[in-house]
């Protein structure tokens, strides 16, 4: 089940229903943290060191942030990312994990990956 589906409004339609299709095959409910940012949000979240960029890809509505809406282990992150990789390959839909990148932006995964919220589309 998606939890605060509304904050979904203005995101990428493919990526909203890659997204939507992940909660009817995840087994936990998914949260949605934050789709569309707005400049000054996404200001902020630079400033305290949340957010590596100002060229978001939630500033046009091509990412989105899903949690369990319980706990910030990388562990708990598991189901969602199955779920969300599984619905993005039935709707052939391509997509990035933040869990995929490294510091430095290149997406290559391993130990050094973050951003496990973080989802996005890819043109």
């Known amino acids: 089940m998606i939890k605060y589906g509304d904050r979904l409004n203005g995101v ?30 996404q200001r902020e979240l ?8 100002m060229n978001s890809r939630h500033l046009n509505g091509g990412a989105v942030d899903l949690w369990d809406g319980k706990s910030w282990e990388r562990e708990k992150f598991m189901p969602i ?13 391509n997509i990035t994990h933040g ?11 391993g130990r050094d990956s973050w951003d496990y919220p973080h989802w996005q589309i890819e043109p």
Request: glycine share 6%; with cysteine; aromatic share 4%.
């Open 46 to 53: 630079v400033a305290a060191g949340k957010s590596k960029t």
């Open 81 to 93: 990312r199955r779920a969300m990789l599984d619905a993005a390959d039935r709707l052939k839909v």
């Open 12 to 41: 990428n339609p493919r990526l909203q229903q890659v997204v939507q299709l992940a909660a009817t095959l995840c087994p936990i409910d998914i949260y949605v943290i934050e789709g569309v940012r707005t400049i000054e949000r």
């Open 99 to 109: 869990a995929d990148w490294n510091r430095n932006g290149v997406i290559e995964g």
